[in-house]
């Protein structure tokens, strides 16, 4: 499986932005994590494969939505009231699993990572 991420940029505290990634290869479920500068890789969202089922960390829920198309094989995370707090580089990530988990160990595969920069 191959991950290419895409969508960040920079941006001020209180706008959106949406991350996508695709997919290529099989995918079952799938999230979105983030590493800020000298800090370590944190959960932010995941969902089940048939997108019935969504996970959010608490520092997000309400404000970040993460859905998927797996006709497109496409992963996505609309993101907004964004703030300082969240400059990130993101990444997505697959898991050879049905189970949705929500620590970075059980998934398999990542993508490169795009940056998010929310300006104050």
């Known amino acids: 499986v191959q991950l290419q991420a895409s969508g960040g940029g920079l941006v001020q505290a209180g706008e959106s932005l949406r991350l996508s990634c695709a997919a290529s290869g099989r995918t079952f479920s799938m999230a979105w994590f983030r590493q800020a500068p000298a800090k370590e890789r944190e959960f932010v969202a995941a969902?089940?494969?048939?997108?019935?089922?969504?996970y959010y960390a608490d520092s997000v829920k309400g404000r970040f939505t993460i859905s998927r198309d797996n006709g497109k094989n496409m992963l996505y995370l609309q993101m907004n009231s964004l703030s300082p707090d969240d400059t990130a580089v993101y990444y997505c990530?697959?898991?050879?699993?049905?189970?949705?988990?929500?620590?970075?160990?059980?998934?398999?595969?990542w993508g490169q990572g795009t940056l998010v920069t929310v300006s104050s």
């Open positions: 969902i089940n494969f048939g997108g019935s089922r969504t």
């Open positions: 990530a697959v898991d050879g699993s049905l189970v949705v988990q929500t620590t970075a160990a059980p998934y398999d595969y």
